[in-house]
């Protein structure tokens, strides 16, 4: 197995935004950290996958399933770390400190929230997230995720479901989760489109009801 860390990102139509993701990695990259780049496409009809193959990156393609192509992107990954990103999500400046460090302590974590618009709402929103991952180590997929190959497989890694496989996963980490210092700045376009108030609410009801025992295929429609 590679040493250094395989960066897992799941597409679908994606070429606006994962640009601005691939730019932020290059730090992890001159550092030596990061040694993979693994796409895992769910049928894009844009620009996704000729991006992917600028960058040299490993192309994995499957049905449209965030959890099933995470799962298919760590299964072609060769490192001893796995960072799993959304395609609209970029790291912050200085993050690869943070994870060098955390590769020393081998527990699992996730990135400080920010959105990519700095409004009451948006801080607000963020807020929460950041309040909910430390309190209850339930971090959502677009907080990123850093996990040693290890701790995945010993968890059973993602379970292909269309929706809640990153709370799935946080849940079977457990305690060992802790937070990274740094920061992940995501998209606010679908806040933006359905309104910040709505779409807040809906992500908290599509959680509980999850928790609840609800299955994550009949929460699909709903998100």
């Not at 690869?96 to 920010?114: H, I, M, Q, T, Y």
């Not at 992940?184 to 709505?198: K, V």
Request: net charge positive.
């Amino acid at each position: 197995m590679q040493a250094g860390i395989s960066v897992v990102i799941p597409t679908l139509d994606a070429g606006d935004a994962l640009p601005g993701c691939l730019a932020a990695l290059s730090e992890g990259v001159e550092a030596g950290l990061v040694r993979e780049l693994v796409i895992s496409d769910g049928g894009s009809g844009d620009a996704t996958r000729d991006i992917a193959g600028t960058t040299g990156a490993i192309l994995v393609t499957g049905p449209a399933s965030r959890g099933g192509q995470m799962r298919r992107g760590a299964a072609s990954a060769s490192g001893d770390w796995l960072l799993f990103l959304h395609a609209d999500t970029r790291l912050s400046p200085g993050w690869s400190e943070a994870v060098k460090a955390r590769l020393g302590d081998g527990r699992p974590g996730w990135f400080r929230l920010r959105f990519d618009e700095a409004s009451p709402a948006a801080r607000l929103v963020a807020g929460w997230a950041n309040l909910r991952a430390r309190l209850f180590r339930l971090p959502y997929g677009d907080q990123g995720l850093l996990i040693s190959r290890r701790d995945y497989d010993v968890a059973g890694g993602y379970e292909d479901i269309p929706l809640m496989e990153d709370v799935a996963l946080a849940r079977k980490l457990g305690r060992r989760l802790r937070p990274l210092d740094a920061t992940a700045t995501t998209s606010a376009e679908r806040y933006r489109r359905e309104g910040w108030l709505r779409r807040g609410a809906r992500n908290l009801s599509l959680l509980l009801c999850y928790l609840a025992g609800a299955d994550p295929r009949d929460l699909r429609d709903r998100y």
